[in-house]
C-alpha cells in the first residue's frame, strides 16, 4: 500500500510508519472505490444493482451510465481532486453522482438536503467546492434558487447540476452529462484520471458538534476496508438486498447500510419518498434483506397502521439506538450499531447472547483497532469497567480534519488517537471487550442520530428580541432519542418567544430546521453550579421530570 501520490493541501494523510504498518498487515485495498465497483459490476452484470418504485438498474447499466456521467463531469471542466457540494435526497440518482465522482475523481462533499445557507456557503468555501449537485423536484424547497444563491456567495462555485428535475437556465442536468461525451471516447477519458487508492474518496462531515460540521477526508482504500470488515461481519453477499430510508451520503449508510452491498454486486433499494406509506410499499416490492430504519419512521408507520411484521420475518436489521424495541416492533433480528465519522465502527453479531444485543454496542468491526476509556478532564487512562471518554486509533481511524490546524490539536491525544466526546464503558463478556455507550462528555442534542450543537443554537438565538438569556438542552424523547428544549429568560418587555418564532429566527439565520428547539420553557432564573455558572445538568434534570408528569402524547 504506497503513500498518497499527490497529496491535497489541507488533508492529513497516515504516517509513513501507518503504511508500512497496514500494509504489513495487508489491510487496505490496492483499488479505488471506482475500480473496485467496476470490478463487481463486470462479475454481476445481470444482477439488480439499484431499484426505487419505479426503476430497476443491473449492476452493467450503473457501471455504463456512471461511466458517461463521469466522463460529462470532466468534459464541463471539473478535474480530479475537485470538489462537489452533494444535497441530493435518498435515490437511484444519489448513488449515481457518487459513483460518477469516484470515477472522474471529484470528492464529494457529504452534505445534506436539509442544511442550508450558514452549512453549505461555509462548506463549499472551505472545501473549494467547484461544483453543486442538486435536485429540483424538492415540493418543499427551491433548490434551483439557493443555488444560484451559493454560486453568487461562493467565489469557487462555478457548476450548478441537476441530478433529479429541470435543469433551469445555466444549470446542467445528469442526462445532458451523460450524453456529453461520444461512447466511443468515454474509457480513454476516465483512464486519464489518477488510479489511487490512498488518495481521498470523499470529504465526510462530523457530527457537528462543535456547530457546523467539520470536514472529514476518508480515503478509497480504508473506505473499502470498512465496508468489508462491516459486509463479512453479517454475511453480505451478491445476493443482499440492502434499504435504509436514513440519509445515505451519510458515513454509517455507506459503510454498514448500503455500501458492503453494492460493493459485493448485490441490490440497494433507494426511497426518495420518505412517508411511512412509501416505504412500506417499497418494502412490500423489494422485500429488503438487510435494513436500517430508524425508530421514528417505524414508530409513524404503525401509527399509520403501514407496519406489516410480515415484511420484515426473516430481515437483519442495524440500529444505533433502541435495538430492543426496534426488534419488538417489527420482529427481525436486529443489532446494536455504534459509529463515528472519524472512523469508529462497532457492532453487535447476530448470534451475540441477549446481554451484548440489548445493552451495548458490540465490539469494533477492525480487529487491529485499538480503543481505551480515559478520563474526560486528565486523558489518564481509566481500567475497564469503569465509565470515561472513549479514544481509539488504528485503521479506521482519521488522522485529522481537513485544514483544520486549530481543531486538530483539540479533537486529538497528545499520542494522536481520536477523542470521542462519547461516554463509554468496556465490559468482559465471553471473554470479549464490549463496548456500551453511557452518553456525551460534550454540550450536544443527539435527535435521531444528528448532532445538535447547543452553543451553535444559543449564540444564533441570542440576537432574538425576546431572548434575555438563553440555554439548550436535550430532553428526552421516545422516538428521536432526543429533542431540544430551550429554557428562556425573556428581555425586560418583551413577549416571551414561542418555538415557532424562535423557529423563524433560525431559518433567518440559515441554519437547518433539524437543529431549532422543539420546546420552550419559560423561566425567571437558571439554577446555578457552587463557581455560579449556569447548570445544564439540572435543567436537564428539570425537563426530564416535567416530562414524567405530563400526558404520553404531549
Given at each position: 500500500?504506497?503513500?498518497?501520490?499527490?497529496?491535497?493541501?489541507?488533508?492529513?494523510?497516515?504516517?509513513?510508519?501507518?503504511?508500512?504498518?497496514?500494509?504489513?498487515?495487508?489491510?487496505?485495498?490496492?483499488?479505488?472505490?471506482?475500480?473496485?465497483?467496476?470490478?463487481?459490476?463486470?462479475?454481476?452484470?445481470?444482477?439488480?444493482?439499484?431499484?426505487?418504485?419505479?426503476?430497476?438498474?443491473?449492476?452493467?447499466?450503473?457501471?455504463?451510465?456512471?461511466?458517461?456521467?463521469?466522463?460529462?463531469?470532466?468534459?464541463?471542466?471539473?478535474?480530479?481532486?475537485?470538489?462537489?457540494?452533494?444535497q441530493i435526497p435518498n435515490s437511484r440518482e444519489l448513488v449515481?453522482?457518487?459513483?460518477?465522482?469516484?470515477?472522474?475523481?471529484?470528492?464529494?462533499?457529504?452534505?445534506?438536503?436539509?442544511?442550508?445557507?450558514?452549512?453549505?456557503?461555509?462548506?463549499?468555501?472551505?472545501?473549494?467546492?467547484?461544483?453543486?449537485?442538486?435536485?429540483?423536484?424538492?415540493?418543499?424547497?427551491?433548490?434551483?434558487?439557493?443555488?444560484?444563491?451559493?454560486?453568487?456567495?461562493?467565489?469557487?462555485?462555478?457548476?450548478?447540476?441537476?441530478?433529479?428535475?429541470?435543469?433551469?437556465?445555466?444549470?446542467?442536468?445528469?442526462?445532458?452529462?451523460?450524453?456529453?461525451?461520444?461512447?466511443?471516447?468515454?474509457?480513454?477519458?476516465?483512464?486519464?484520471?489518477?488510479?489511487?487508492?490512498?488518495?481521498?474518496?470523499?470529504?465526510?462531515?462530523?457530527?457537528?458538534?462543535?456547530?457546523?460540521?467539520?470536514?472529514?477526508?476518508?480515503?478509497?482504500?480504508?473506505?473499502?476496508?470498512?465496508?468489508?470488515?462491516?459486509?463479512?461481519?453479517?454475511?453480505?453477499?451478491?445476493?443482499?438486498?440492502?434499504?435504509?430510508?436514513?440519509?445515505?451520503?451519510?458515513?454509517?449508510?455507506?459503510?454498514?447500510?448500503?455500501?458492503?452491498?453494492?460493493?459485493?454486486?448485490?441490490?440497494?433499494?433507494?426511497?426518495?419518498?420518505?412517508?411511512?406509506?412509501?416505504?412500506?410499499?417499497?418494502?412490500?416490492?423489494?422485500?429488503?434483506?438487510?435494513?436500517?430504519?430508524?425508530?421514528?419512521?417505524?414508530?409513524?408507520?404503525?401509527?399509520?397502521?403501514?407496519?406489516?411484521?410480515?415484511?420484515?420475518?426473516?430481515?437483519?436489521?442495524?440500529?444505533?439506538?433502541?435495538?430492543?424495541?426496534?426488534?419488538?416492533?417489527?420482529?427481525?433480528?436486529?443489532?446494536?450499531?455504534?459509529?463515528?465519522?472519524?472512523?469508529?465502527?462497532?457492532?453487535?453479531?447476530?448470534?451475540?447472547?441477549?446481554?451484548?444485543?440489548?445493552?451495548?454496542?458490540?465490539?469494533?468491526?477492525?480487529?487491529?483497532?485499538?480503543?481505551?476509556?480515559?478520563?474526560?478532564?486528565?486523558?489518564?487512562?481509566?481500567?475497564?469497567?469503569?465509565?470515561?471518554?472513549?479514544?481509539?486509533?488504528?485503521?479506521?481511524?482519521?488522522?485529522?480534519?481537513?485544514?483544520?490546524?486549530?481543531?486538530?490539536?483539540?479533537?486529538?491525544?497528545?499520542?494522536?488517537?481520536?477523542?470521542?466526546?462519547?461516554?463509554?464503558?468496556?465490559?468482559?463478556?465471553?471473554?470479549?471487550?464490549?463496548?456500551?455507550?453511557?452518553?456525551?462528555?460534550?454540550?450536544?442534542?443527539?435527535?435521531?442520530?444528528?448532532?445538535?450543537?447547543?452553543?451553535?443554537?444559543?449564540?444564533?438565538?441570542?440576537?432574538?428580541?425576546?431572548?434575555?438569556?438563553?440555554?439548550?438542552?436535550?430532553m428526552p424523547d421516545p422516538v428521536f432519542g432526543e429533542r431540544?428544549?430551550?429554557?428562556?429568560?425573556?428581555?425586560?418587555?418583551?413577549?416571551?418567544?414561542?418555538?415557532?418564532?424562535?423557529?423563524?429566527?433560525?431559518?433567518?439565520?440559515?441554519?437547518?430546521?433539524?437543529?431549532?428547539?422543539?420546546?420552550?420553557?419559560?423561566?425567571?432564573?437558571?439554577?446555578?453550579?457552587?463557581?455560579?455558572?449556569?447548570?445544564?445538568?439540572?435543567?436537564?434534570?428539570?425537563?426530564?421530570?416535567?416530562?414524567?408528569?405530563?400526558?404520553?402524547?404531549?
Open positions: 500500500m504506497p503513500s498518497v501520490r499527490k497529496p491535497i493541501p489541507g488533508v492529513v494523510y497516515p504516517s509513513k510508519s501507518d503504511v508500512d504498518a497496514f500494509d504489513a498487515l495487508g489491510l487496505f485495498d490496492t483499488r479505488t472505490m471506482a475500480t473496485a465497483y467496476s470490478e463487481v459490476a463486470r462479475q454481476h452484470p445481470d444482477r439488480i444493482a439499484l431499484s426505487d418504485h419505479d426503476v430497476v438498474h443491473t449492476h452493467a447499466e450503473l457501471d455504463d451510465l456512471t461511466d458517461r456521467v463521469a466522463a460529462g463531469l470532466l468534459d464541463i471542466g471539473l478535474r480530479p481532486g475537485d470538489r462537489a457540494t452533494f449515481i453522482a457518487l459513483l460518477a465522482c469516484l470515477k472522474a475523481g471529484v470528492i464529494p462533499i457529504c452534505t445534506l438536503t436539509a442544511h442550508r445557507a450558514a452549512e453549505i456557503g461555509y462548506l463549499s468555501r472551505h472545501a473549494g467546492a467547484r461544483a453543486h449537485l442538486i435536485s429540483t423536484d424538492d415540493p418543499k424547497f427551491d433548490f434551483a434558487t439557493f443555488a444560484r444563491k451559493m454560486q453568487d456567495e461562493v467565489p469557487s462555485l462555478e457548476h450548478s447540476i441537476v441530478a433529479r428535475g429541470e435543469a433551469g437556465e445555466g444549470m446542467t442536468s445528469f442526462t445532458a452529462l451523460a450524453a456529453r461525451v461520444p461512447e466511443v471516447e468515454v474509457s480513454a477519458r476516465l483512464a486519464a484520471v489518477p488510479d489511487d487508492p490512498a488518495q481521498v474518496a470523499l470529504f465526510q462531515l462530523s457530527g457537528g458538534t462543535s456547530g457546523v460540521p467539520k470536514i472529514i477526508p476518508r480515503f478509497h482504500n480504508e473506505y473499502l476496508y470498512q465496508m468489508r470488515n462491516s459486509g463479512d461481519l453479517h454475511g453480505q453477499t451478491h445476493e443482499t438486498v440492502a434499504f435504509s430510508p436514513a440519509p445515505m451520503m451519510h458515513n454509517a449508510p455507506i459503510i454498514c447500510y448500503w455500501g458492503p452491498a453494492l460493493w459485493r454486486g448485490g441490490h440497494v433499494v433507494c426511497s426518495p419518498n420518505p412517508t411511512p406509506a412509501a416505504l412500506a410499499e417499497l418494502i412490500a416490492l423489494r422485500r429488503p434483506t438487510w435494513m436500517s430504519v430508524p425508530l421514528p419512521m417505524l414508530v409513524k408507520m404503525k401509527a399509520e397502521g403501514v407496519l406489516n411484521p410480515a415484511h420484515f420475518s426473516g430481515v437483519q436489521m442495524c440500529t444505533a439506538a433502541h435495538a430492543q424495541r426496534l426488534a419488538e416492533l417489527t420482529g427481525a433480528n436486529v443489532v446494536p450499531l455504534y459509529g463515528m465519522t472519524e472512523g469508529m465502527i462497532s457492532f453487535g453479531l447476530f448470534d451475540d447472547p441477549e446481554e451484548i444485543r440489548k445493552s451495548t454496542v458490540g465490539r469494533p468491526t477492525s480487529p487491529h483497532d485499538q480503543y481505551r476509556i480515559v478520563d474526560p478532564d486528565t486523558g489518564t487512562p481509566l481500567p475497564d469497567g469503569s465509565v470515561g471518554e472513549f479514544e481509539f486509533t488504528g485503521p479506521s481511524a482519521t488522522r485529522g480534519y481537513f485544514d483544520a490546524e486549530e481543531r486538530n490539536r483539540e479533537a486529538f491525544a497528545a499520542d494522536g488517537w481520536v477523542k470521542s466526546g462519547d461516554l463509554m464503558k468496556i465490559h468482559a463478556i465471553g471473554g470479549e471487550r464490549i463496548l456500551s455507550f453511557e452518553g456525551r462528555v460534550k454540550d450536544v442534542v443527539s435527535r435521531g442520530g444528528e448532532k445538535i450543537n447547543c452553543q451553535e443554537i444559543e449564540r444564533a438565538l441570542a440576537s432574538h428580541p425576546g431572548v434575555g438569556a438563553i440555554a439548550c438542552v436535550p431540544m428544549c430551550a429554557f428562556i429568560i425573556p428581555a425586560a418587555g418583551a413577549t416571551p418567544p414561542t418555538v415557532a418564532a424562535l423557529g423563524a429566527h433560525l431559518e433567518a439565520a440559515g441554519l437547518a430546521k433539524f437543529k431549532w428547539p422543539e420546546r420552550v420553557e419559560i423561566v425567571s432564573e437558571f439554577p446555578q453550579t457552587s463557581s455560579g455558572k449556569t447548570s445544564k445538568p439540572l435543567l436537564r434534570e428539570l425537563i426530564a421530570q416535567q416530562l414524567t408528569t405530563e400526558p404520553a402524547a404531549s
